[in-house]
C-alpha cells in the first residue's frame, strides 16, 4: 500500500528546544519534500530532496535543515525552535518527474510553547 | 519565482448548487497543474492533474481546464455535496526542480 508517513503526528516542544521530525516512505520514490501549512498562507516548501544527500532549500528554509541518509527517510530538523515555527508540518514524495503528483502524509501538528 | 493565485474563502453553497473555485498562474516554465482536496486532520490528496495546455481533468464530478492562453485553470462542480466540504488547492509543478507550488487554499463548506 502506497503510504508516506509521518513521526510523531502531534508534538509539544518549548521555545530553544531541538525539534526532529521523521518522514518515511515506502514507494522508493527520488523525491521528498517538507512543507508548512499555516492559516491564510496554504503550503509553503521548507526542503525539496532529489535522492539521497541532494537537498535543495525550498522558499522558507530559514530556521530547518534537512537530512536524507536512505532513499526511503527524509528528516526535518528545527535547531533550536522557535514560538513562530508552531505549525502543521507535511511530507510528501513522489517518483522524480514533474508530472507525477507528489503523495502527502498526514502532517504533525508542532506546537512551540 | 512560480506563483499561484485562487479564490478567497471561505466559500459556502447550499447542497446541489454550482461550485467554481477560480486558479490562475505564473510560470516562466511549462507546468503540470494539480487540484488537491484536503479533508480535516489529513494531508492534501490529489484530486486530478493536467500535464497539458487546453486539456480537461476531472475526477468525482470535479472538472478544469488548462487555459495556456489565460494562465488559468478553474475548478468547476455542477451539483455540490455536503461531502464536498473541504479545502481545495491549485498547485502547479515545472521541471525547473519538481517543486510544487500551491495556491492558498479555498475552504469549501456546503449546507445540507
Known amino acids: 500500500d502506497m503510504k508516506v508517513t509521518q513521526m510523531p503526528r502531534y508534538l509539544i516542544k518549548r521555545m530553544g528546544e531541538n525539534v526532529l521530525l521523521e518522514c518515511g516512505q515506502d514507494m522508493s520514490h527520488e523525491t521528498m519534500y517538507w512543507y508548512r501549512q499555516d492559516p491564510g498562507l496554504g503550503l509553503q516548501l521548507i526542503y525539496i530532496?532529489?535522492?539521497?544527500?541532494?537537498?535543495s532549500e525550498g522558499d522558507i528554509p530559514k530556521g530547518y535543515r534537512v537530512s536524507r541518509k536512505k532513499r526511503e527517510h527524509f528528516s526535518l530538523i528545527l535547531d533550536s525552535a522557535k514560538t513562530n515555527q508552531t505549525s502543521v508540518y507535511f511530507c510528501a514524495s513522489s517518483p522524480g518527474n514533474n508530472n507525477q503528483a507528489p503523495l502527502f502524509g498526514e502532517g504533525t501538528r508542532l506546537s512551540v510553547l | 519565482g512560480d506563483s499561484v493565485t485562487q479564490t478567497e474563502g471561505p466559500v459556502t453553497l447550499s447542497e446541489g448548487t454550482s461550485l467554481t473555485v477560480n486558479c490562475s498562474y505564473e510560470t516562466k516554465q511549462y507546468p503540470t497543474l494539480f487540484w488537491y482536496v484536503q479533508y480535516p486532520g489529513e494531508g492534501p490528496q490529489l484530486l486530478f492533474k493536467?500535464?497539458?495546455?487546453?486539456e480537461k481533468g476531472s475526477n468525482r464530478g470535479f472538472e478544469a481546464t488548462y487555459n495556456k492562453e489565460a494562465t488559468s485553470f478553474h475548478l468547476q462542480k455542477a451539483s455540490v455535496q455536503e461531502s464536498d466540504s473541504a479545502v481545495y488547492y491549485c498547485?502547479?509543478?515545472?521541471?525547473?526542480?519538481?517543486?510544487?507550488?500551491f495556491g492558498t487554499g479555498t475552504s469549501l463548506l456546503v449546507d445540507p
Open positions: 493536467v500535464p497539458k495546455a487546453n
Open positions: 530532496s532529489y535522492d539521497v544527500d541532494s537537498n
Open positions: 498547485a502547479l509543478s515545472t521541471l525547473m526542480g519538481y517543486k510544487l507550488t
